[in-house]
């Protein structure tokens, strides 16, 4: 069963919440920003201010790097930032995206 688009934008938005309360940032998932895809949705996010301003001067952040709700299973992917956005879209169709053999290297 697929989660409908606002069940996936509710999980976008808890996600984007827990990182506000994390880092102390007023953060919020940028406005007509995200991507539709058949398996999800893709987000990006940042301060409050800079979602009204886009000034890259008002306190953009370094590391918030945009993610994939998965419209199946509600799961977060977390994309990288080494790379442009396209390059991780290609890699997650792939299925190499995330490769956990990888990744579980630094857990």
């Known amino acids: 069963m697929m989660l409908k688009e606002q069940e996936v934008i509710e999980i976008a938005k808890n996600h984007v919440k827990n990182q506000s309360e994390k880092s102390g940032y007023d953060l919020v998932i940028l406005d007509n920003a995200e991507i539709k895809k ?6 990006r996010y940042n301060t409050k201010k800079f979602n009204q301003t886009r000034d890259y001067n008002d306190k953009t952040l370094i590391g918030n790097t945009p993610f994939l709700v998965e419209n199946k299973t509600g799961k977060i992917i977390i994309f990288g930032s080494s790379q442009d956005l396209d390059y991780y879209i290609k890699e997650y169709e792939a299925g190499r995206w995330p490769d956990m053999s990888r990744l579980s290297d630094f857990q």
Request: charged share 0%; net charge neutral.
């Open 38 to 43: 058949p398996y999800g949705i893709i987000f």
